[in-house]
């Protein structure tokens, strides 16, 4: 009979199989219902993880397009500034040209006055005087040397404002480059998205960088430069005006000294010619009068002459009739009468020798006077050609110089020859 083989192990009870089929289904059903809460909450956490991920990807795109904005109201307003500050530059720089070119026109007015002193100073003998025409020139260069001295000084004014705004700009312009730069990055940054193929992780991305500014202070930053600039930009037009002023100033000083100075200069020549034309009067009047001296003192010369022969003729008289022999040797009326008239003709001789002598010492001194009249005539004659040179040389102030041509003064032609005759008068009398 055969043998039924047993599996060896331990044998489960019937109530032991339905209780583990009972635990079985409990807990699927405990583990499924636990899974069906993850699975709920999960679908609640990606939905709000989205929903708040897609707002503040939003919000910092909002943020990003209003720093945007922000950013570039600042750069536009630096580009205004920056236009500005050119524009100011570029006047400074023609209003400082401008008083350089009148730094360098006093130069001419200077030179002028300068040639004016040292050709008057060629002025010889009793014409050297200090008067109102030397007085005006030298205030004149006192007047053209002040002008120099205060454009000068507005010339380094503008020179160290445009250094300020120099560097005011150079201010600007570093704050306009960072916003440029700070832009086009923000703009990148706009520009992202998570398919942009750029886009990776990085170490420590929240980290504050060095150097790091609050919006306060970058806003302050950006106010200051503006408000310096718009500082210098006010200085600026303030030293412009200045500078306009002082070289209006100058040149209505100058003209106005120009003008007092030729009046002076045209009143002494006036006076130089008034009184050449007196002493040429009185050269015309002596030489008349020594002429008719000389005249007198010839007269005077043939008198004495005749009267040295009618007092021969007596003395001769005389003498020959004391030869008269005996009691015929009277003193008779022609005695008496020859007497008288050697007497008298000794009297008018002495007396024609005397005015002879006070003749020529009247003559004398005439030729002196004369001589002094005309030595005085070639003073004046020589400070009116060296004042008329100094009127010419005026000209130059007045006169462009491409169309001055010195004056052909009729004057001092004339002046030249009566100078040659004068001498040749001096040498005589030596």
Same mark, same amino acid.
């Given at each position: 009979m055969a043998t039924l083989s047993v599996k060896p192990g331990r044998r489960f009870s019937l109530p032991d199989w339905h209780s583990n089929a009972e635990l079985l289904s409990a807990n699927a059903e405990r583990r499924r219902s636990a899974s069906h809460r993850v699975r709920q909450?999960? /679908?609640v956490l990606r939905n709000e993880t989205s929903n708040q991920t897609k707002w503040d990807e939003q919000d910092n795109k909002t943020r990003l397009t209003e720093r945007i904005s922000s950013v570039n109201r600042w750069k536009e307003t630096l580009d205004k500034c920056l236009a500005d500050i050119d524009a100011e530059i570029e006047t400074l720089a023609k209003v400082k040209e401008a008083a350089e070119h009148a730094l360098q026109a006093k130069n001419l007015p200077l030179d002028v006055a300068i040639e004016c002193l040292t050709l008057r100073e060629s002025r010889r003998a009793i014409d050297v005087v200090r008067d109102p025409?030397? !007085?005006?020139?030298?205030?004149?260069?006192?007047?053209?040397?002040?002008?120099?001295?205060?454009?000068q000084q507005r010339v380094s004014e503008a020179f160290e404002q445009l250094c300020l705004l120099q560097e005011a700009r150079q201010q600007l312009s570093l704050d306009h480059?960072?916003?440029?730069?700070?832009? &086009?990055?923000?703009?990148? #940054?706009?520009?992202? @998205? =998570?398919?942009? *193929? @750029?886009?990776s992780f990085k170490v420590n991305p929240? /980290?504050?960088?060095?150097?790091?500014?609050?919006?306060?202070?970058?806003?302050?930053?950006?106010?200051? %430069?503006?408000?310096?600039?718009?500082? !210098?930009?006010?200085?600026? @037009?303030?030293?412009?005006?200045?500078?306009?002023?002082?070289?209006?100033?100058?040149? @209505?000083? $100058? &003209?106005?000294?120009?003008?007092?100075?030729?009046?002076?200069? +045209?009143?002494?020549?006036?006076?130089? &010619?008034?009184?050449?034309?007196?002493?040429?009067?009185?050269?015309?009047?002596?030489?008349?009068?020594?002429?008719?001296?000389?005249?007198?003192?010839?007269?005077?010369?043939?008198?004495?002459? +005749?009267?040295?022969?009618? $007092?021969?003729?007596?003395?001769?008289?005389?003498?020959?009739?004391?030869?008269?022999?005996? =009691?015929?040797? #009277?003193?008779?009326?022609v005695q008496y009468g020859?007497?008288?008239?050697?007497?008298?003709?000794?009297?008018?001789?002495?007396?024609?020798?005397?005015?002879?002598?006070?003749?020529?010492?009247?003559?004398?001194?005439?030729?002196?006077?004369?001589?002094?009249?005309?030595?005085?005539?070639?003073?004046?004659? %020589?400070?009116?050609?060296?004042?008329?040179? #100094?009127?010419?040389?005026?000209?130059?102030?007045?006169?462009?110089?491409?169309?001055?041509? *010195?004056e052909v003064d009729t004057f001092n032609r004339t002046t030249n020859r009566g100078l040659s005759s004068l001498q040749s008068r001096q040498l005589q009398l030596a």
């Open positions: 909450e999960a /679908r025409v030397e !007085e005006e020139l030298h205030k004149e260069v006192e007047v053209i040397e002040k002008a120099k001295r205060d454009l480059r960072g916003k440029m730069e700070a832009l &086009e990055i923000d703009r990148v #940054c706009l520009s992202l @998205n =998570v398919n942009s *193929p @750029n886009i929240t /980290r504050v960088p060095d150097g790091s500014t609050s919006l306060q202070e970058w806003d302050d930053y950006s106010q200051r %430069n503006k408000d310096r600039a718009e500082a !210098e930009m006010k200085a600026s @037009n303030e030293l412009r005006e200045a500078i306009a002023l002082t070289i209006a100033q100058t040149n @209505n000083e $100058l &003209e106005a000294q120009r003008v007092v100075t030729e009046f002076a200069l +045209r009143k002494r020549i006036r006076d130089l &010619e008034k009184a050449y034309d007196e002493l040429k009067w009185q050269e015309k009047n002596t030489l008349e009068e020594i002429a008719e001296m000389e005249e007198d003192i010839r007269r005077l010369e043939e008198d004495l002459r +005749r009267k040295m022969k009618d $007092l021969k003729l007596a003395h001769t008289r005389l003498e020959t009739r004391m030869q008269r022999p005996d =009691v015929e040797l #009277c003193q008779d009326q020859l007497t008288d008239e050697v007497r008298q003709l000794e009297g008018t001789i002495s007396a024609l020798k005397q005015k002879l002598a006070q003749s020529q010492g009247a003559l004398d001194a005439l030729y002196k006077q004369l001589y002094h009249i005309q030595t005085d005539i070639g003073y004046k004659a %020589n400070s009116l050609v060296l004042d008329n040179k #100094c009127m010419d040389t005026r000209r130059k102030l007045t006169v462009p110089a491409e169309k001055f041509v *010195p």
